[in-house]
């Protein structure tokens, strides 16, 4: 397959990644097939791909588009409640929640629904692509391709090979993201590649640090951005990707590397098993409105 074989993009999950995703796959010019098992979450998705925060009439307001071609990528996006809507897709990006059980499912029913020649991409964060790639029996068309939130915004996306991926493929989907306006760098197949591990160290350091009195939410926030420049601190990105994402992922990677500074914290648990799991439906909230914090 050629770049210019790929007329019909898929997306599976319509959540905090996918519909960014799709949104930038429509916009390169892409028919675009969403898939989410929630009717409510796609309609939900098309109201912010239109008019959300990193949506079309923000675009629009700012002359970066106009209002008939904002029409245009709005009328390439479809959506779907079944897999079957994706047989004709060509190339295919899963993006929902990050469990292994889950996704493998979703790429066993992929395997068998697609064309021969579709490649289908994960877009994990942190599960080995070689793992994932047991699923199916098109391993050679198996790949990683992580991006990062918000999809519409962020630059970099994580091309991963698996064991098996061709270099067919591999050179595809970094043809692809570049298309798409992206800058693809390729990362190792290791628990969580290399942006994950990072992040994910950080991420938990805020959290003990928070738990032993060093700092508040707030404070470690706004040291984090002003020392280091980061447009949010570690609770605000967390609030961004969703606590239950970013407690899967650190058990995720104790789990594969058992090494102690991955491990969840304990105060990360409680806020996600009270249902405070940031800025996703139906949450109660996340750390600023666990601990009544103005921002």
């Known amino acids: 397959m050629k770049l210019e074989d790929i007329k019909v993009i898929g997306v599976v999950g319509a959540g905090v990644m996918g519909h960014g995703i799709a949104q930038v796959a429509a916009r390169t010019g892409y028919e675009v097939i969403m898939v989410d098992v929630s009717e409510e979450v796609l309609k939900k998705a098309m109201e912010l791909i239109e008019s959300g925060p990193f949506g079309l009439k923000r675009l629009v307001e700012k002359g970066k588009m106009s209002e008939d071609d904002a029409k245009a990528v709005m009328a390439r996006i479809k959506t779907s409640t079944s897999l079957e809507a994706l047989k004709d897709a060509d190339f295919v990006i899963e993006a929902v929640t990050e469990k292994a059980d889950l996704k493998k499912k979703i790429f066993a029913e992929l395997d068998k629904i697609c064309k021969p020649e579709t490649i289908i991409a994960s877009n994990t964060s942190a599960i080995m692509i070689s793992d994932l790639a047991t ?84 404070e470690i926030d706004e040291m984090c951005k002003l020392a280091f420049g980061f447009p949010m601190g570690p609770f605000e990105l967390m609030d961004l990707i969703g606590l239950d994402t970013a407690l899967h992922i650190a058990e995720y990677l104790y789990n594969e590397t058992k090494e102690p500074h991955y491990a969840a914290p304990n105060t990360l648990k409680k806020l996600v098993l009270s249902g405070y799991i940031g800025r996703k439906p139906g949450s109660r909230g996340g750390w600023y409105d666990f601990y009544g914090i103005e921002k």
Do not use: C, Q
Request: proline letters at 5%.
């Open 135 to 218: 699923a199916v029996e098109r391993k050679s068309k198996f790949i990683g391709m992580h991006w990062f939130n918000p999809a519409p915004v962020m630059k970099l996306i994580e091309v991963v090979r698996g064991a098996l991926t061709s270099d067919e493929t591999f050179n595809l989907t970094v043809e692809l993201s570049k298309k798409m306006g992206k800058i693809p760098i390729e990362a190792g197949d290791g628990p969580g590649f290399f942006t994950t591990r990072f992040i994910n160290s950080w991420l938990v350091e805020a959290v003990r640090l928070f738990e032993i009195g060093i700092g508040g939410i707030k």
